[in-house]
C-alpha cells in the first residue's frame, strides 16, 4: 500500500513565545488584504488561511472585534504582552478557517499558497510570486 504524505506540523509563536499557533495542516489559501495590512502594519502581510480543527492556539491572547465593535463574526488576536503571533477567524467568507500571519512561523522553508485572495490590496511595485494563483478578492 503506498504511503500518504502529511503535512508537517508548523508551529507558529509571538515573538516572547507567549502564544503558539500548533498546526497540523497544510494552508488553504493566502489573503494579502488592505484590512489585514492595516492591522499588521506592513504592506507586505501575508496570511495562511488553515481548518480551525487543524490549529491549537496556546497560550494567553487578546482578542479585538471587528472595527472596534463587539462584533465576535471578525476577530484579530495576539500576544498581550508582546503583541506578536497575531491570527484572525472569520464568520464571513472563510467560515471555518483561522489565517495566521506567515511571520510568525519565521518558516524559509514554508510552502507557497494554492492561490492568494486580494492580491489587488498589495502595493502594485510588489513583485508577482511564482506558483500560487492571484485572485481579485474571495
Known amino acids: 500500500m503506498p504511503e500518504t504524505t502529511q503535512p508537517p506540523d508548523r508551529?507558529?509563536?509571538?515573538?516572547?513565545?507567549?502564544?503558539?499557533l500548533h498546526v497540523t495542516a497544510a494552508p488553504v489559501h493566502?489573503?494579502?488584504c488592505a484590512p489585514c495590512q492595516r492591522g499588521n502594519g506592513s504592506v507586505m502581510k501575508l496570511s495562511a488561511w488553515f481548518p480551525e480543527d487543524a490549529v491549537r492556539v496556546d497560550g494567553a491572547l487578546t482578542t479585538l472585534f471587528c472595527a472596534g465593535t463587539d462584533d465576535a463574526a471578525v476577530t484579530t488576536c495576539f500576544c498581550?504582552?508582546?503583541?506578536g503571533g497575531r491570527f484572525f477567524r472569520t464568520e464571513y467568507d472563510l467560515r471555518g478557517t483561522i489565517g495566521i500571519v506567515l511571520g510568525a512561523f519565521a518558516d524559509p522553508a514554508f510552502p507557497?499558497?494554492?492561490?492568494?485572495?486580494?492580491?489587488?490590496?498589495?502595493?502594485h511595485w510588489s513583485g508577482m510570486p511564482l506558483g500560487p494563483t492571484l485572485l481579485e478578492g474571495n
Open 112 to 123: 507557497a499558497p494554492d492561490h492568494i485572495h486580494w492580491w489587488p490590496d498589495r502595493p
Open 80 to 83: 498581550p504582552t508582546c503583541g
Open 11 to 20: 508551529l507558529a509563536s509571538c515573538e516572547c513565545g507567549a502564544l503558539c
Open 30 to 32: 493566502g489573503c494579502t
